[in-house]
């Protein structure tokens, strides 16, 4: 599966933006999705992730309560609303893709497929 990450862009300290991530291939509806995001001079770590059927999520405790993911195997497209954005939010954002369990599911090393990253830049 191909992945294309787009919505990022400036915002304010308090506002809100939504990720998208968009697939290609017809085996998407079958891949966990995850969301990381990588800070300058930092690891990429993740924020969110949603199952294959968009029944299960993560969220890491930084983001949680803020952010939402979810998924429309329609359109193969995951979403990631980020409301109440914080200067820490600042990073690149990312949305992978991997197959099977559910296992390790906050590791970027077990997933196969990357999008590009799309900036977001949180004003304070």
């Known amino acids: 599966v191909q992945l294309q990450a787009f919505g990022g862009g400036l915002v304010q300290f308090g506002g809100s933006l939504r990720l998208s991530c968009a697939a290609s291939g017809r085996t998407f509806s079958s891949h966990i999705i995850g969301w990381f995001r990588q800070a300058p001079g930092e690891e990429r770590q993740v924020a969110a992730t949603?199952?294959?059927?968009?029944?299960?999520?993560y969220y890491t405790d930084s983001v949680k309560g803020r952010f939402t993911i979810s998924r429309d195997n329609a359109k193969n497209t995951v979403y990631l609303q980020m409301n109440s954005l914080k200067p820490e939010d600042t990073a690149v954002y990312y949305c992978?893709?991997?197959?099977?369990?559910?296992?390790?599911?906050?590791?970027?090393?077990?997933?196969?497929?990357w999008g590009q990253g799309t900036l977001v830049t949180v004003s304070s």
């Open positions: 949603i199952s294959a059927t968009g029944d299960r999520t």
């Open positions: 992978a893709a991997k197959r099977g369990d559910w296992w390790g599911v906050s590791l970027p090393n077990v997933y196969d497929s």
